[in-house]
Every structure is written in structure tokens, then in C-alpha cells.
């Protein structure tokens, strides 16, 4: 089946310090993959997707490329902040499942980051 | 937009005990799940449901129950509770994006419930 390896944390960096969360996945077919944030208290968020190889999603200075050939979805932002300190969970859907399963998410084990001023 | 409401947001529960916990949506979403999210573990699908009166298992689906008599509604029953089932319990929704065929599909999640069985 499907599934979802994230890189285990946690990560502490210094404010302004450049991030990487390493994700790759193994699918049996052309999944659709996201980037979920989790805020301390809070449910997940959608913070990027990408939908086809080489889509590079972005949104909040932090960004991640489909890369087929590696099946990989790495998380990357310049300049991290404090407020950025949360889970980050790598995770995919399979689109041509949807109707039959909805849209079941395969999610990574999640990765927590603190950022320190 | 209150979006995907999960009630409680805490419990705790002896070992034994049965119990209901409510996810509403107001957002006319066909597709909706139960995910539990374990430390390492990512969140992993209890049980899912394409649209009311349709509901499937996920991967971990046993010692739950699921219903759904409306399209805003999809409650999680716990029949028996184990200290196994300790876990914080998140309820999702999304549409069916037909335009895209489903690829841009964002799930939208309640900010979950804290359970502890003792």
C-alpha cells in the first residue's frame, strides 16, 4: 500500500536559520502530495500541495517540489520565524480512488520543529 | 465559518465505558474521515465515508463505529473502551473537486478531541 517516511524530529533552529524536512513516498499510483501544519493545540492545516511532478507548491515562504524520479516532496524555507514552530506532516492522496474512498489521506509520522529566538 | 466542529475537545473515560464523539460540518462536504494521531505515528484512518448513508473501514478500524444520516454529521462510537484507544481523535472533510478530477482535493480538519482511557 501506500505509504509516507518524514524525517523524525524534533528540529530546533535559530530564528533565520533555513529549514529542510526530508519526505518521500511509495505509491502505487499518481498521488496527489500536501504539507500539513499543526499549530500547538490546533488541528492540521494545508499549507501546500502539489499535484503533478516537478509542481513546485509555495505558500507562507515555505515551499516543496514533486519530484517524480526520487518520489520525494521536501519541505524548505528560507528564514524560519518563531511563529513557525509546529508539526509538520508530509502526506499524500491517491485522486483516482476519490470517488470510490473519498479522500483518504496517507500521512508521515510528522515532524515537530521549535524555533528559538 | 465554523468549518469541521469536533465536541469534546477532552475526555477521559474508564476502561469499559462507551462513548460518542460528535463531528459536524458546515461546509456541504461529501467526503469525511476519523483519523487518531499517535506520537511518531502520523495520523492513521479509522473510517471514512463518501456521502450519507455510505461509510467504509480505514486502517485501523476496530473497536470503533461509524454512521452518517446526513451529509454535516459523522460521529465515532467507541463500543468498549481499551487504554489502547488513548489518542488524540481528528475529524476531516473535503469536496469531491471535479474540475481537477480530485487532485487538488484539501482536507479540512476540526481541532480535534484528547481522549484518555484509564
Same mark, same amino acid.
Given at each position: 500500500?501506500?505509504?509516507?517516511?518524514?524525517?523524525?524530529?524534533?528540529?530546533?533552529?535559530?530564528?533565520?536559520?533555513?529549514?529542510?524536512?526530508?519526505?518521500?513516498?511509495?505509491?502505487?499510483?499518481?498521488?496527489?502530495?500536501?504539507?500539513?501544519?499543526?499549530?500547538?493545540?490546533?488541528?492540521?492545516?494545508?499549507?501546500?500541495?502539489?499535484?503533478?511532478?516537478?509542481?513546485?507548491?509555495?505558500?507562507?515562504?515555505?515551499?516543496?517540489?514533486?519530484?517524480?524520479?526520487?518520489?520525494?516532496?521536501?519541505?524548505?524555507?528560507?528564514?524560519?520565524?518563531?511563529?513557525?514552530?509546529?508539526?509538520?506532516?508530509?502526506?499524500?492522496?491517491?485522486?483516482?480512488?476519490?470517488?470510490?474512498?473519498?479522500?483518504?489521506?496517507?500521512?508521515?509520522?510528522?515532524?515537530?520543529?521549535?524555533?528559538?529566538? | 465559518?465554523?468549518?469541521?466542529?469536533?465536541?469534546?475537545?477532552?475526555?477521559?473515560?474508564?476502561?469499559?465505558?462507551?462513548?460518542?464523539?460528535?463531528?459536524?460540518?458546515?461546509?456541504?462536504?461529501?467526503?469525511?474521515?476519523?483519523?487518531?494521531?499517535?506520537?511518531?505515528?502520523?495520523?492513521? *484512518?479509522?473510517?471514512? %465515508?463518501?456521502?450519507?448513508?455510505? =461509510?467504509?473501514?480505514?486502517?485501523?478500524?476496530?473497536? #470503533?463505529?461509524?454512521? @452518517?444520516?446526513?451529509?454535516?454529521?459523522?460521529? *465515532?462510537?467507541?463500543? %468498549?473502551?481499551?487504554?489502547?484507544? =488513548?489518542?488524540?481523535?481528528?475529524?476531516?472533510?473535503? #469536496?469531491?473537486?471535479? @474540475?481537477?478530477?480530485?487532485?487538488?482535493?484539501?482536507?479540512?480538519?476540526?481541532?480535534?478531541?484528547?481522549?484518555?482511557?484509564?
Amino acid at each position: 500500500g501506500d505509504s509516507v517516511t518524514q524525517m523524525e524530529g524534533p528540529v530546533t533552529l535559530s530564528e533565520e536559520a533555513f529549514l529542510t524536512i526530508n519526505c518521500t513516498y511509495t505509491a502505487t499510483g499518481y498521488p496527489s502530495l500536501f504539507w500539513y501544519v499543526q499549530y500547538p493545540g490546533e488541528g492540521l492545516q494545508l499549507l501546500l500541495k502539489a499535484t503533478k511532478a516537478d509542481d513546485k507548491g509555495s505558500n507562507k515562504g515555505f515551499e516543496a517540489t514533486y519530484r517524480k524520479e526520487t518520489t520525494s516532496f521536501h519541505l524548505e524555507k528560507g528564514s524560519v520565524q518563531v511563529s513557525d514552530s509546529a508539526v509538520y506532516f508530509c502526506a499524500l492522496s491517491d485522486p483516482s480512488l476519490i470517488k470510490a474512498a473519498g479522500n483518504k489521506l496517507t500521512f508521515g509520522g510528522g515532524t515537530r520543529v521549535l524555533v528559538k529566538p | 465559518n465554523a468549518g469541521v466542529t469536533q465536541t469534546p475537545k477532552f475526555q477521559v473515560l474508564k476502561t469499559g465505558q462507551s462513548m460518542t464523539l460528535q463531528c459536524a460540518q458546515d461546509m456541504n462536504h461529501e467526503y469525511m474521515s476519523w483519523y487518531r494521531q499517535d506520537p511518531g505515528m502520523g495520523l492513521r *484512518l479509522i473510517h471514512y %465515508s463518501v456521502g450519507a448513508g455510505i =461509510t467504509d473501514q480505514g486502517e485501523v478500524p476496530n473497536g #470503533y463505529n461509524v454512521s @452518517r444520516s446526513t451529509t454535516e454529521d459523522f460521529p *465515532l462510537r467507541l463500543l %468498549s473502551a481499551a487504554p489502547s484507544q =488513548t489518542s488524540v481523535y481528528f475529524c476531516a472533510s473535503s #469536496y469531491s473537486n471535479r @474540475r481537477t478530477g480530485g487532485l487538488n482535493t484539501e482536507a479540512f480538519f476540526g481541532q480535534g478531541t484528547r481522549l484518555t482511557v484509564v
